[in-house]
């Protein structure tokens, strides 16, 4: 042990991950990363091989979730646009259909590629396939039919888009998936337009069914849209809980490390005045040794003057006694 106690390390954490709220018409919401440069330009400040912050872990998992959807969407939508080649139906939906889906398979495999650096997600990047993929399945209504299992895509498509931070991609989706669908299947039920589709409700269903079934998919719409921000707000409260503990553990052993180094000058202090007081009782016993010394010395000097005098009084005595 020396008898200097050292100072505790010094811990440096970027503190609680709350993310910047950016400007309006950037095309991003208050759960987007930070960025460098403009509020819009979406440049993530991680790199793609280090995560410095919680925000860049966010950032992160959210491109890697798009990447999944759209390597999804590029297979998907480039096998089922090869597919319809030689099915019957609207000639004219058909093409348009098929023009649509081939355009999103390669929007989802250009998107693939992209991110393969994360630094080089922006807002406009997944705006482009969301418009693609929002038409797509705009085309699918009017080809394969409102009441189709197409509409299975738009609440996974709608899911992926709202779990991230761009709100212009969400709002795209909105209005080229769900809105069309609504439309198109109120305007159907009521008679006013022709169901074209391969899968047509009203050979065998009501008004009411019909608007109905309609309905029930606006709702899981609307379902998977609730669905993915609170997902997204959930998990940005997980990690800022999760930083705030990692703090309050460094806080807790920095004072720990703290109180040891005070215990440890405590002990110091009590050895020192050990020390002290056994230096004092040292220099007390020197005291009463040095002056039994002194003492013995006057004595024995004492003794040395007293005997002339005593030779002189012994000496008187044996005269008087010789007198008489």
């Known amino acids: 042990?020396?008898?200097?106690?050292?100072?505790?390390?010094?811990?440096?954490?970027?503190?609680?991950?709350?993310?910047?709220?950016?400007?309006?018409?950037?095309?991003?919401?208050?759960?987007?990363?930070?960025?460098?440069?403009?509020?819009?330009?979406?440049?993530?400040?991680?790199?793609?091989?280090?995560?410095?912050?919680?925000?860049?872990?966010?950032?992160?998992?959210?491109?890697?979730?798009?990447?999944?959807?759209?390597?999804?969407?590029?297979?998907?939508?480039?096998?089922?646009?090869?597919?319809?080649?030689?099915?019957?139906?609207?000639?004219?939906?058909?093409?348009?259909?098929?023009?649509?889906?081939?355009?999103?398979?390669?929007?989802?495999?250009?998107?693939?590629?992209?991110?393969?650096?994360?630094?080089?997600?922006?807002?406009?990047?997944?705006?482009?396939?969301?418009?693609?993929?929002?038409?797509?399945?705009?085309?699918?209504?009017?080809?394969?039919?409102?009441?189709?299992?197409?509409?299975?895509?738009?609440?996974?498509?709608?899911?992926?888009?709202?779990?991230?931070?761009?709100?212009?991609?969400?709002?795209?989706?909105?209005?080229?998936?769900?809105?069309?669908?609504?439309?198109?299947?109120?305007?159907?039920?009521?008679g006013i337009i022709e169901d074209r589709g391969l899968v047509r409700a009203v050979d065998h269903l009501g008004i009411y069914e019909q608007v109905m079934v309609a309905g029930i998919a606006q709702l899981a719409f609307l379902v998977a849209y609730l669905l993915a921000r609170g997902t997204r707000r959930s998990t940005i409260d997980a990690v800022e809980q999760l930083v705030d503990a990692l703090l309050q553990a460094l806080v807790l052993v920095h004072q720990r490390v703290a109180g040891q180094h005070a215990r440890h000058a405590a002990v110091l202090l009590r050895k020192t005045e050990q020390q002290r007081h056994d230096g004092i009782g040292l220099l007390q016993a020197a005291f009463f040794f040095l002056r039994d010394l002194v003492d013995q010395a006057e004595h024995g000097l004492l003794d040395e003057l007293d005997q002339p005098f005593e030779h002189l009084r012994l000496a008187g005595e044996v005269a008087v006694q010789r007198r008489f």
Do not use: N
């Open 1 to 190: 042990m020396t008898g200097e106690p050292t100072a505790p390390p010094t811990v440096t954490l970027a503190t609680r991950a709350t993310v910047p709220t950016v400007a309006p018409g950037s095309g991003s919401t208050p759960g987007s990363g930070p960025s460098t440069g403009s509020a819009g330009s979406g440049r993530s400040v991680g790199s793609s091989s280090r995560v410095s912050t919680p925000a860049d872990a966010l950032r992160l998992d959210e491109v890697r979730r798009l990447r999944i959807l759209a390597t999804f969407a590029a297979i998907v939508c480039t096998s089922a646009g090869l597919v319809t080649v030689p099915m019957q139906g609207d000639e004219l939906f058909k093409l348009l259909h098929f023009i649509f889906m081939m355009a999103t398979g390669i929007a989802g495999a250009w998107v693939t590629w992209r991110l393969g650096d994360p630094d080089r997600y922006q807002a406009w990047v997944i705006t482009v396939f969301a418009v693609f993929a929002g038409a797509a399945l705009a085309t699918a209504f009017l080809y394969w039919g409102v009441y189709s299992s197409a509409v299975l895509f738009v609440p996974i498509a709608l899911y992926f888009l709202a779990s991230g931070s761009y709100v212009t991609p969400i709002l795209v989706m909105l209005v080229l998936g769900c809105v069309p669908h609504a439309l198109l299947g109120g305007l159907t039920a009521f």
